[in-house]
């Protein structure tokens, strides 16, 4: 779980960066950020790119 929320961080300083002070993102920042919590959200749920072997 810490690991996963080290991930989440960069994405809430870019939005407290637009709220506090109106910063504007371009769409790459919008993307990645994206990317990040979709990341973030594989990683608590253990989703597999690749199906486990079988024993």
């Not at 300083?13 to 371009?26: K, M, P, R, S, T």
């Not at 919008?30 to 990683?43: E, H």
């Amino acid at each position: 779980m810490t690991d996963a929320l080290s991930f989440i961080y960069p994405v809430v300083a870019i939005v407290v960066d637009w709220l506090a002070f109106g910063q504007h993102l371009a769409w790459p920042q919008v993307a990645g950020s994206a990317l990040i919590l979709l990341a973030a959200a594989g990683v608590n749920l253990q989703w597999r790119i690749v199906p486990r072997r079988r024993a």
